[in-house]
């Protein structure tokens, strides 16, 4: 279980979240709902550790960190709204660079993680290209699988249906479920109901439930 | 063709000193332009005023100015160099300035979003710039890169100014001895010959880097 408490974010005056506190159960997905501009990209990188916040504390695993730790925000996975693969590197290449640089993970182990991953989010044939090949369902998923390749225990999704198709937006749901069934915690950031509809176990309204 | 014979010698000594200065200043002004463009980003503004004042100075005046400058007038207030060195410096720090400009502009060029990628699956900075951002920079620059180089090619010829014997100078020793514009035509096709092998390169470089987009 994650606990965050007493979160606060502020631009010069301008509050953007003050004394906000999520909950995350292990295994749940976590939809955080919202119009645009109110705020939740802008807590899901306060997370990853791409923001600082003025406070915050998190509890993970009965461990207390600051929000900004890298202890706590590494455990954070995050899949960007435009995606932000490498472009210069391969489907495969771009999975293997944080396990091999970071993880300092051997080349071979590296090598059969990615083709694990890969093949579950029925990547195996793009592993070789590179992300201009790409569609975005695809992206997407390599956005995943890139994640996925650090062990995070929770992956963040920044509005992750945005500019996908139908049938791109049912894979991904396909491939949060299988991940919730393996035990892997979520939290979902969207403006896209329907879609949290169907991945939602918990919803966090930003704008009821915050204050500013 | 008997008076080429004559005036061979000069020149193929004279191309050994032009690719002297030449590759010296490619091997000495890339690492050196890459750190001014990062330290054009730095957080200090006493770093980014000093970079900024060296790459003003350096592209505000005439390299033939530098040239007599670092040699002469070092040498006048006690700092020695020599001929072939004064003008390997001179070079160096020059062409740092001109590409130190072209890498920043490469570097604004990679979104923020590749930062943050980075930064998300816990690259150091170290790691991100050589691993995601260099790579990207790289291909950016290729083309304006090669414009240097071949501007490079031929500004090796203003080495006379200090006395040192390029191509261009041998060339000239030699029309003078003979009364004769040939070696001025050998030398020019020389320097063509050369841009043309600069071309090359860079348009295979482009090529290559080409896979990606």
């Known amino acids: ?43 899901i990188k306060t997370l990853t550790g791409l923001e600082e916040a003025q406070s915050g504390s998190v509890v993970m695993d009965g461990q207390e960190f600051a929000i900004s730790d890298p202890q706590f925000t590494s455990q954070i996975g995050l899949i960007f709204q435009d995606f932000n693969l490498f ?19 051997n080349r071979t182990d590296a090598e059969e993680k990615t083709n694990d991953l890969l093949a579950k989010l029925g990547l195996s044939e793009q592993a070789t290209l590179y992300p201009y090949q790409l569609s975005g369902g695809q992206k997407q998923r390599v ?36 991940l919730k069934k393996e035990g892997v915690s979520q939290i979902v950031v969207t403006h896209d109901l329907p879609f949290a509809d169907k991945v939602a176990d918990e919803t966090f309204d930003f704008e009821q439930e915050v204050q500013r | 063709m008997e008076n080429v014979m004559t005036f061979l010698p000069g020149i193929l000594s004279g191309l050994q000193m032009t690719l002297g200065v030449f590759f010296i200043t ?53 700092v020695p160099f020599g001929r072939f060195e004064a003008a390997a410096f001179a070079f160096i720090i020059n062409y740092a300035a001109y590409l130190a400009e072209i890498f920043r502009g490469g570097l604004q060029s990679v979104p923020q979003g590749q930062f943050d990628a980075a930064q998300v699956l816990g690259l150091s900075k170290m790691q991100t710039f050589f691993k995601v951002i260099l790579p990207q920079v790289v291909k ?14 031929k ?28 070696p001025y035509l050998l030398v020019g096709a020389v320097y063509l010959l050369m841009t043309a092998v600069v071309t090359i390169i860079l348009r295979g470089s482009e090529k290559r880097l080409n896979v990606w987009r």
Do not use: C
């Open chain 1, 143 to 178: 956005g995943i699988a890139r994640a996925l390749a650090m062990d995070p225990q929770v992956i963040a999704y920044d509005e992750p249906t945005s500019g996908l198709d139908e049938k791109a937006t049912e894979q991904v749901v396909d491939v949060m479920l299988t």
């Open chain 2, 140 to 153: 950016i620059v290729v083309p304006s890169f090669g414009n240097e180089v071949v501007n490079l090619v």
């Open chain 1, 1 to 43: 279980m994650i606990k965050i408490d007493n979160l606060s974010k502020q631009y010069g005056d301008k509050v953007i979240f003050n004394d906000l506190s999520l909950t995350l159960n292990d295994g749940e997905i976590l939809a955080i709902l919202g119009p645009s501009g109110i705020g939740k990209t802008t807590l």
């Open chain 1, 87 to 105: 472009p210069h590197l391969t489907v495969q290449e771009n999975i293997m660079l944080a396990p091999l640089t970071v993880k300092k993970m």
């Open chain 2, 26 to 78: 490619i091997i000495g002004s890339i690492p050196l332009g890459i750190l001014a463009s990062l330290a054009m980003k730095s957080p200090y503004f006493i770093v980014r005023w000093l970079v900024n004042g060296y790459i003003w100075i350096m592209r505000g005046t005439p390299l033939l100015l530098q040239l007599i400058f670092i040699y002469y007038g070092l040498a006048m207030v006690g």
């Open chain 2, 155 to 182: 500004d090796t010829s203003l080495i006379y100014v200090i006395g040192l014997g390029d191509i261009l100078r041998a060339g000239s020793i030699a029309a003078a001895r003979d009364v004769t514009l040939v």
